[in-house]
């Protein structure tokens, strides 16, 4: 435990570096510790850490957790990377789930907390998990600021510490693109035995065919994949690879024109990413009667029903 965070890693192999130095510091920490923010844990450039330990020492009164300032281009995407270190608000985004009255939610992979807030504002009973520790504690103080009650863990995605069907709802969002094959795999089959029978999964993915990751591909020349980059996939692979581990698969457009880009954030957007903010916004709205733009789309949410053994006593089949 530290400060009341639940760390639950183990030795094996990580998904990427900040689980092993989130396990390592967690097992020699103490109250005094010199860095109570766990800095070192969170992924910060050093450019950045440089700056932000500065901020964090002069003890000003922010209007945002200063951790949460510099973790905003690499937890929201690069169309956020002008508001590092000058973010003024917590851009919490639209949850595009229905409201719920205690419904048990996991977000994995939650970082600072972004989405677990939203949920949480929606009704949900959230419980956030991410390897982390300094995203997480991020997490407790933001929580703490906005008068909501997450629970948050320090855990990795392919063994969740929870019993099997304890949970309602799963929602990841920017995490398992960045998984390999075996580790994706690994992931939803915990995804599928933690959910409860009838409980769903909803999970942004990008798409092979998106404008912005064709961009992306091309870059680097539509080699595979290495260690944290971003894997993108056909809505084929991902409906094959969904049903087979959680359950029946729908997709529908999270955003076109890049990863990451939220509609209830577009008065911190500049001018042209205003303007595509509003033509995504119109894309993924025509989507809905025209639901093969969702192929063309950079970001869909990927939307699964648990599977319901025809084993499960006085259970009928569902989706």
Known sequence: MVNDIPVLLDDGPQT?????RSLER????????????????????????????????RESQESVDPVVSFLIGATNGIAYRHLIGRLREYPIPELRL????????????????????????????????????????AAKRVARRLGLNPTFVVGDARSLPFRAESVDVVFSYSVLQHFS????????????????????????????????????????????ARDFEIRYRSLPALRQLFTAHVGRTTFSVDCFFGIGLQAA????????LRMAIRTSELLRKSSRVLPGLCYFADSVYVESARVISDASPGIARGD
């Open 265 to 272: 954030d577009i008065r911190l957007m500049p001018l042209v």
């Open 16 to 20: 990427m570096w900040l689980a092993g």
């Open 98 to 137: 229905p409201p719920a009255d205690g419904l048990v939610l996991l977000d994995v992979g939650c970082n600072w907390g972004r989405w677990s807030m939203a949920a949480a504002r929606a009704g949900y009973t959230v419980i956030g998990i991410d390897p982390s520790l300094g995203a997480v504690l």
């Open 181 to 224: 094959g075996s580790d994706a795999v690994a992931a939803l089959k915990e995804v599928g035995r933690v959910l409860q029978a009838g409980g769903r999964s909803f999970i942004q993915m990008p798409t092979s065919f998106g404008l912005r990751c064709i961009y992306h591909q091309a870059r680097r020349r539509f080699r595979q």
């Open 26 to 57: 967690a097992e020699h920490w103490s109250a005094d510790a010199e860095d109570p923010y766990f800095l070192d844990t969170t992924g910060i450039s050093e450019r950045e850490l440089f700056e932000l330990k500065g901020r964090i020492a």
